[in-house]
C-alpha cells in the first residue's frame, strides 16, 4: 500500500514540475519577446532574422524551465525533458494565438515548433539530470 501511494505522490509531484516548468518557460519567453519587440522599435532588423531570433528565444526558455522543473530529479532527464518542451509549445501557441486575436493557425511552423521543442526539451533534460551531483 505504501508503494502505491509513493508511486501517486512521484506521479503527481512529476505533473506539477513539468507543469512548472512549462509556465516557467512560458513566462521567460513572454519576458524576452517583449524585449526583442522593444528593441525591434529602435533598431532597424532584416526581416528574415526575426524568425530565428524567436527560435532562440523558444530554446532559451525551454532550457530554463527544464532546468527549474528538474531540479532535484536524477533521472529520465531526456523524457522528461520531451514533456517539458511540449508542453511548453502547445501552452506558448496557444498563448501566442489568443495575444494575436485568437487566430488558431495550424500550420507547417506549428509542427516544426512541436519539433524543435521536443528536441531542445530533450536535450535540456539530459542536461539538466546530468549536471546535478546526486546524494550519496
Known amino acids: 500500500m505504501n508503494k502505491t501511494k509513493s508511486k501517486i505522490k512521484d506521479s503527481s509531484s512529476l505533473t506539477v514540475k513539468i507543469t512548472k516548468g512549462a ?3 512560458l513566462c521567460v519567453s ?5 524585449i526583442f519587440a522593444f528593441l525591434l522599435r529602435f533598431i532597424a532588423i532584416d526581416e528574415e532574422a526575426i524568425s530565428p531570433v524567436v527560435q532562440v528565444i523558444k530554446g532559451v526558455s525551454i532550457l530554463v524551465g527544464v532546468f527549474i522543473a528538474l531540479k532535484g530529479v536524477f533521472e529520465m532527464g531526456f ?24 487566430t488558431f493557425e495550424f500550420s507547417k511552423t506549428l509542427l516544426n515548433d512541436v519539433i524543435f521543442g521536443s528536441i531542445i526539451g ?3 533534460g539530459i542536461i539538466a539530470v546530468n549536471m ?3 546524494p550519496s
Open 23 to 25: 509556465l516557467c518557460a
Open 79 to 102: 523524457i522528461n525533458g520531451i514533456i517539458i518542451g511540449l508542453t511548453y509549445t502547445i501552452i506558448a501557441f496557444v498563448c501566442f494565438s489568443m495575444l494575436d486575436g485568437f
Open 132 to 134: 546535478k551531483k546526486k
Open 30 to 34: 513572454l519576458v524576452l519577446i517583449l
Open 122 to 124: 530533450g536535450i535540456s
